[in-house]
């Protein structure tokens, strides 16, 4: 039996569920077709590795969502659902070989401080970007936060110009472009300090040398600094929780099970969906795929063959690994106890090994030496481990989604399911000279490997959470591709969103609040 709505949304990930609040909220009837069993795509939470034991699947910072233009458009529905934050004040840190750390927390004075005790210019210099943060951040939120189209731009770029005028609107561009090294060689003198800041980079697919990738450390120092770090309580799953529960409130439907084997498309116009189980699902105004490139070239049949090629070539970012702990306590950072009270500590001491872990990682080798970064939520949300124990994940950053050696030579295997327990001993290995004794205190642990990331959810290709790089070439009026930033297609009705789509990667929901906006206006 046909199906019959406004919109079908293809996909039950963060930007679908965001798309489908701002269209329902419009008066607009949806149906999202979810191919998994569990609805949220890579924000999920689950007891992965033993009971009472709640892990984040791959997300768990949401301080963009609870920034983000969405966030405050549907705040007030979204606390009602059930929606919850845990404030983290001690944000990120990075721990180095020489026992030494630098924390950042939002307390800016006790940031300049701590800065100061490895250069002095460098917290005075920390001072400078704190001042200059309120101005600058407004028109970089504005740019992130628009939708990539002549007009919307150019009336950005024209307020930027009447404020800073031409040399400070070069000046913002120049800092758009830059790589991490650069603008944190141009800014600061401790190796400390820079690597702190770069470590942020490698989430995003800028290793230290990348152009365009300064804005990423930046806005993550800078805005933990301002707004503190936020995590869900008991999961990052609390924003999917309840945007379900808003959606279906207002009487949309989420079929989970549900895989989309094709857009139908009638007259160069999209009209439904065809599911794997022959069901066909009419969409009356729009049908929104939130998608690989790759995968919605797949669904369109051959419509539109210089398009899809395009989708095809669409690039994707190394992969990751991710290690999940049931823990008996949390790590004892030979560097400082303070360790334990940070969200995030990164094991990522200098640039250069950053810059070689990337490049390993895109000829296809293992890392000798990976970034890991460690994530000790119950140090901020108790609530997610039984009294008195712990969960403790890790990021092995960065990894190929296919392997064709080993930068160490150690590793024979040549797929993940022989790889994954000798990589994942290497990571361990690197988190026991930081804090020795971790091992002694693992209750269960389960290794994620970029493969089952990709099994998982189909838009993490190669273990890729950030579904793309966000280099210059794909980026801005490039994500995906030049003239679909907006998330158009070459068919009428159908739709583009998700992470390859502007603004990009992470938990803001921008894109798919930019293209319910545009749909419903």
Same mark, same amino acid.
């Given at each position: ?32 077709? &979810? @191919? ?14 033993? &009971? ?36 983290? &004040? ?101 190796? @400390? ?39 869900? &309580? ?106 334990? @009270? ?180």
């Amino acid at each position: 039996m046909d199906q019959k709505t406004d919109a079908v949304i293809i996909g039950s990930g963060l930007n679908s569920l965001a798309c489908a609040m701002v269209l329902q909220s419009r008066g607009w009837r949806v149906l999202i077709c &979810e @191919q998994a069993a569990e609805i949220g795509g890579a924000v999920k939470t689950g007891a992965y590795t033993a &009971e009472g034991f709640r892990h984040d699947w791959a997300a768990m910072n949401l301080s963009l969502f609870a920034g983000s233009p969405f966030f405050q458009r549907f705040q007030t529905e979204l606390m009602a659902a059930g929606l919850s934050f845990v404030p983290a &004040e001690r944000c990120f840190a990075t721990a180095f070989g020489d026992d030494t750390w630098l924390g950042i927390t939002n307390d800016r004075s006790r940031n300049a401080k701590n800065i100061s005790a490895f250069a002095n210019n460098d917290g005075e210099a920390w001072g400078a970007l704190s001042d200059q943060f309120p101005a600058r951040a407004e028109h970089i939120f504005a740019l992130l936060g628009t939708p990539f189209k002549f007009w919307p731009l150019a009336k950005i770029l024209w307020r930027l110009w009447r404020k800073e005028g031409t040399r400070g609107a070069l000046e913002l561009l120049r800092f758009l472009l830059s790589s991490p090294r650069s603008w944190l060689d141009d800014t600061f003198e401790s190796a @400390q300090v820079k690597s702190t800041l770069a470590a942020w980079g490698m989430h995003l697919d800028f290793a230290p040398d990348i152009a365009g990738g300064a804005v990423f450390p930046y806005l993550e120092a800078m805005a933990n600094q301002s707004f503190g770090m936020v995590i869900g &309580e008991g999961g990052a799953d609390t924003i999917i929780k309840a945007m379900v529960a808003c959606i279906e409130g207002a009487g949309g439907r989420i079929w989970t099970n549900a895989p989309v084997t094709d857009v139908l498309i009638e007259g160069g116009k999209a009209t439904g969906v065809r599911l794997a189980d022959g069901r066909i699902c009419q969409a009356q105004r729009a049908v929104i795929a939130n998608v690989a490139p790759k995968h919605l070239a797949k669904l369109m049949g051959e419509e539109t063959p210089d398009y899809q090629q395009k989708l095809k070539r669409f690039r994707h970012a190394p992969g990751t690994m991710m290690i999940h702990l049931a823990m008996e306590d949390l790590p004892d950072w030979r560097a400082d106890p303070e360790l334990r @009270q940070f969200a995030y500590v990164h094991l990522a001491p200098d640039m250069d090994q950053m810059a070689r872990t990337y490049q390993q990682a895109q000829a296809g080798l293992l890392p000798d030496a990976p970034v890991v970064v460690v994530g000790q939520p119950t140090a901020i949300d108790p609530s997610r481990a039984p009294e008195g124990k712990h969960v403790l994940w890790m990021q092995v950053r960065m990894v190929p989604g296919d392997i064709k050696g080993d930068a160490a030579g150690q590793i024979s295997a040549r797929d993940w399911q022989a790889a994954a327990a000798p990589m994942a001993n290497r990571a361990l290995d690197i988190l026991e000279r930081y804090a020795p004794g971790t091992r002694a205190k693992i209750i269960a642990q389960k290794v994620v490997t970029p493969d089952m990331l990709e099994a998982d959810n189909p838009n993490l290709v190669g273990g890729d959470q950030i579904c793309g790089s966000h280099h210059l070439s794909q980026h801005f009026l490039y994500r995906p591709m030049f003239g679909r930033s907006d998330g158009s297609t070459p068919i009428e009705g159908l739709f583009h969103t998700g992470a390859a789509v502007w603004p990009g990667a992470g938990t803001g929901a921008g894109a798919g609040f930019l293209l319910g906006q545009k749909l419903a206006s």
